[in-house]
């Protein structure tokens, strides 16, 4: 089988793993730290869709009483260096532990007294992990190529961390990861169906994008860039309300938005957006895990709350097959690229 496939096919049992192996013990001392005030600031951090990864976790670290920061960690290490103070916490995800900028980042915040160090890891044995205060395994398992279980699996352990450290309920959140776990995997059992409704909804479409809002970015910005890799398809991803602000003129035929429906909170705009691309000549491929009257949908698996940021990336996985498939390569197969970057 193509290894970046067999990967895919393997998320559901991944996600079983993280559930089953994490444990809020570790985090006991970040969060006593908390509460002693230990922190002024969250300072989240990757690369690629290691950053894309942190987006759900920013939005649920919101309601906590100390700003967090969401930030490229090439852009932290040469340009905002200065956002890391003595009291902060600084939230590395890094599926390899080895990535270049985030192995810089970590010699320069051994010059910052004080700061902690938190990071997000597939491999143990690695850079990030020996010199972190604390270090969070996604128990993601080997992976061949493009980030598709790594991927899941951070966003999953991120979220994990961060209920326990707002005092949530990890037992529910843990439920609904299992209960998505489930739900991807019955999407994955029909994965030539899957293939083949993709394939049917792009048409003839030349130009593709990508758009979300809120949680839902982690999988836009990590959709568009696995189809990069994966397909070596240029697609973009773009928050929703952005788009408005300039590229709604690309709406025309030949033209096709994939349009995450996204979460309660801004469905509604969601849906508003995609009804005036349309409008203007476009076309829109509604992902949701409810088939819209009006949209042409392309059915995700179902999922709830902030753990719908882990089954929205399907669709966007099996569009990468797709593309790589009109493109005549083989999907997920790197022609430049090694696994982990290590070249800044």
């Known amino acids: 089988m193509n290894p970046y496939i067999g990967n895919i096919l393997e998320q559901p049992a991944a996600l079983r793993r993280l559930v089953e192996s994490f444990t809020p013990q570790p985090l006991e001392l970040i969060l006593s730290a908390f509460k002693r005030n230990r922190y002024d600031r969250i300072i989240l951090t990757g690369m690629g869709a290691s950053y894309s990864a942190a987006c759900p976790t920013e939005i ?28 902060s916490l600084v939230w ?34 690695s850079p990030l992990a020996h010199g972190a205060d604390l270090c969070l395994p996604i128990f993601a398992g080997p992976e061949a190529t493009v980030g598709t ?26 439920s609904d990861i299992l209960e998505t776990a489930g739900a991807i995997e ?29 949680p839902s970015m982690g999988a836009v910005w990590t959709g568009a860039l696995i189809t990069k890799e994966a397909a070596k398809f240029p697609l973009e991803g773009m928050h929703a309300a952005e788009f408005r602000h300039g590229p709604l003129e690309l709406a025309e035929p030949g033209f096709t938005a994939l349009v995450l429906a996204g979460a309660p909170e801004t469905i509604g705009l969601n849906r508003k957006l995609a009804l005036d691309i349309i409008e203007h000549g476009g076309r829109v491929l509604w ?41 005549g390569v083989e999907a997920g197969k790197f022609r430049y690229l090694d696994k982990v970057t290590v070249v800044e």
């Open 60 to 87: 649920a670290l919101s309601q906590l009483p100390i700003p967090v920061i969401l930030v490229n960690s090439s852009e932290l290490v040469h340009y905002k260096a200065d956002l890391i103070g003595p009291r």
């Open 92 to 125: 590395m995800n890094s599926q390899s532990g080895r990535s270049a900028e985030l192995v810089h980042l970590l010699e320069v915040l051994k010059s910052t007294p004080g700061a902690d160090v938190l990071v997000c890891v597939n491999e143990r044995d």
């Open 149 to 174: 279980k790594t991927y899941l699996n951070t966003v999953a352990a991120n979220l994990l961390a961060a209920v326990v450290l707002v005092e949530s309920n990890l037992a529910e959140l843990k």
């Open 186 to 214: 019955d999407y994955l059992g029909n994965m030539d169906r899957q293939v083949a409704e993709m394939d049917a909804g792009l048409g003839n479409s030349k130009n593709l994008i990508v758009l979300g809002r809120g």
């Open 287 to 327: 992902i949701d895990d409810v088939r819209d009257p009006e949209l042409d949908t392309i059915q995700m698996p179902r999922a709830r709350g902030l753990v719908r940021s882990l089954a929205e990336i399907l669709p966007l996985q099996i569009l990468t097959l797709v593309l790589a498939n009109r493109r």
